[in-house]
């Protein structure tokens, strides 16, 4: 449960394992999303954003694409590749 102090030396492999998997997902959607946001005209049919609603979306998923990629992924590879 959150906030509870773990039971087990298990409970911390597997609580660990849930977030880092979790982690390594949501990282993959977002590269994702910025890949296949970045080529679209979204102010064009059928999104007809503002310039400036299209430029804060591209630019927020964008930069934490970036900022994901920055992320040494080594020990979390490593510890995912484990479960």
Known sequence: MAGLTPG???EINN?????LRRF???KESVNHLQ???APLDLQAEPYLMSAEDET???SAVADLDTALDGIDMT???RL???W
């Open 8 to 10: 087990s030396a298990a």
């Open 15 to 19: 609580n660990v394992g849930v977030i």
């Open 24 to 26: 390594v997902d949501d």
């Open 35 to 37: 890949a296949n946001l």
């Open 56 to 58: 804060l979306i591209k």
């Open 75 to 77: 020990f979390i590879d």
């Open 80 to 82: 995912v590749g484990m």
